[in-house]
């Protein structure tokens, strides 16, 4: 089963007594292991649009090029590749970038500091990451707000509390109340004192990823982390084919250390990319290809994704739309591209355009889930949480969405044809007209046969209706409290906690506040 | 394009001058043409799977065999087709059920009173109808209480209104306020004059069905009911195995009048079917074929649909629950054992077990449509407007849900690899760095580019918070007022309608009410 539960059964490294004696006494969190697919993709596109795809991608990189901002370094190494150079434009070949991307591994483990919850990203793997980014957040108590530290703390809590979440991703929301320039330290800080699963790094200064590779060294010890990749981060491109030198220098700083990288074109169909599906999956495939063929330039066989992160827009209104049919099929579309180059998958998420976790946020996220599930997307960043087209960190919609999750889980199982799983035995035994409750398969199977949500309402009319008519919003504020409530800390050697706060506190004193 | 608009633009058969009259002043009501899918299957089994379920449903067919109840004729007409009679058990030889099922028809069009509206059902067509059963209604304004006849025609008034709904369906609601011997009568009416789109027929009762066929033959003339298939009705199979004298006769009334029924197993996994899913293909399967054949034993060539209705149970309170990854591992692989037997299928909805139009009810619903039109169903009962595991009919969801439909729309379509989909010239004029809200493709192209929603909320936060903050049901609560407030009836001959009201009233007098 490739959703058997892992529980923290394993010492943090470098654990000294102290971290064994908080060991023994944790309660042990439930969390799934990362999705295995049996089951195939859906694939929208035919062998012949393909083809015609990434041919006119070549031509895009060939003929129109792409931008590299202020990065002479960049120009310079697209030089000695092969590329043609004019200003800040650079003209690949044709089949340059492919050939580059091949050095990227179409599969690797990203470690996390408890061993038990390392993620394999690529192949039929599936990792299920939380929301990144909303400057708010929202919960039925407090409405809709500027995020906090707090409200970061609190999310990678019910991060490491939720089940089917394997990764504690990155920026879950801003914490504005922190500089801008001193965040990401507080934020990592968070994401490996309050979790021990695996997360992503800095990317909004070179700087900052740098300070996330140390702070990795601290956790995981200088030598691990130079053998092995402990990060997943996320690198924007500037769509149209415009790679800007913050996310590039972060990148560099990456790749350099052999950390993975989401290579992803962000993409509001109609403004960053043609107003068709065929146009906006081919400059995504150029920039992507141009995008990983770089990360390849600074180290080759450094960890790359295929990222693609696309929506429609309302021509009437201007608003990014979610869960509509056209970034279904250029999502899908994507998989299949990137499937043929042999990288790993980023896409999908609970995407919805909704103010509340209302039933349109339901429509919406529930259609991304599962096409996340059935375009073979490797890596679903905004997995849980995600409200108001991103804007918004839902408190209530991240414990809703995270138990969604459970479905893509039990329907990547695939079908079981077993002897048992045909239960011809049971049809005999119970012959028409009788009834299977009672039969012996149905008493040896039913505990594990069907997904259940922990969340959503099962009861009789009559029961949900004395409990209080409650929808679904009210019954995961109940679930958030509960889940805090019960939060325990996973163990963490003290040594190490101590040198990553003084390494934060040292960092934030050495430098002025920046705000915006 | 396979959702282009059809409009009223016809005149209703054997309309006078008072039909003429009323059309040259009605209203033009949109409806989207039903789906023609230009897209790919989903195929959760191997072949291998599909071998083993098929060869397995056959030993049951042939080992076990099934019940005709109270039925002398249908085991007399096969005995004489080869089987095996043992009281009312009917053992079915390998092969026999399939090779009987071959002369149902793989596709055939329904019509309907306005042609505009007749669809084709089977291929790779999709055939959108509403919700059909539920004893209750809920509303904002009314809460959840029996359905009664106003409810009934205000959902076909809906339905009629709602431009992705192909079909006015059947027992939309149950109008628990006429007697149980006479409601079809009132439903009848209802489809015929208050809407133009196809129906469904009454079965729960032979002499109900018969009384369908002969309103039939006065809507549409005797003489062409006799050619054409005007109604499509729901043959439930009483699983495990058993097929009902009720439901049986009314199938012999439709088939035997070449009009067509939907074979279907409604099926609660784990008590109408083994826990397990090949288990429940299996025996879904073994139905069908049992079922299907039977309807060509009455009539060779009468149209036939492979129906599945599958849903899991939860086995903490023996609550159905709907949306669940296994119920649609079923529904996948029903569509693929349906398309090997070269039949219509009919499966999914928009299903969910919550009590509200909440946000559980957009998850369960948003992924059970999409996987509706993934599995290649062609004909889609409950299609909007399911509720609380189908007890109750939902106003504000009806229409939550027809919106969704558009998504299935607009999916269907595919990709467009044409030189304007592949939009090149878009690329290049704009280039690294630029947008493309203004470029010329973007203007040629943003009308019919993105699926709109007609309900969802797009707006900027702070207008609809200046709005009143609502969530998707109230936003629906108003779509539903001003669809019934502007809604006109579509035209209709007036000798008709008084022939069709008159046979309504005598049937109605010849009996006494029943109720129960």
Redesign the interface.
Known sequence: MSDAPVTTGRRARGGGGAARRAERTAISIETAKYIERN??N????TE??LQ??ET?AE??LA?????FVDNPAALERWRAAGAEIDGE?VRIPRGLARKLCATAPSKFTQHARNPARNVEIGGNTLVLAPVYGPPFVRDVEGG?RYATIADFEKFVKLGYMSKWLHHSGGTVCEPTDIAVNKRHLDMLLAHMVYSDKPFMGAVTEPSRAQDSVEMCEILFGKEFVRDHTVMTSLINI?S???FDSTMMGALEVYAANNQASIISPFIV???????????TL??TLAEVLAGVAYSQLVRPGSPAIFGTMVT??????G?P?F????A??ITY?AGQLARRMGLPYRSAGSFC???????????????S???GL?SGVNFMLHACGWL?GG?VASFE?FV?DAD?LG??H??A?????SE?????D???E????????GCA??QA???N?????DL??????ET??EEG?R???TLAAVRVKKMIDTYQQPPLDAEIETRLRAYVAAKKDSMPDAFG
């Open positions: 089951i195939p859906y694939e929208v596109l012949e649009a015609t795809i006119n031509t895009v003929e129109i090029g792409v931008n434009r809709r500037n149209p084919l415009t169909g109609g403004a960053m990319a043609p107003v068709s599906v065929a146009g081919t400059q429609s827009i309302d021509m009437n209104s608003a739309t869960g509509t049919p056209e279904e099929h579309g355009g909704s103010k509340l976790p209302d039933a349109q946020a339901g429509y919406e996220t529930g259609s889930l599962k096409m059935l108001e804007m919609k809703m969604q479905t893509l039990h329907f199982r695939g079908v079981d044809l048992n799983g045909q239960a011809m049971a049809i005999a119970v012959g028409p007209g009788g009834h299977y409750l398969h149905t199977n039913f505990k046969a069907f997904w259940r949500t959503l309402d099962y009861k009789p009319f949900w209706d008519a929808d679904t919003q």
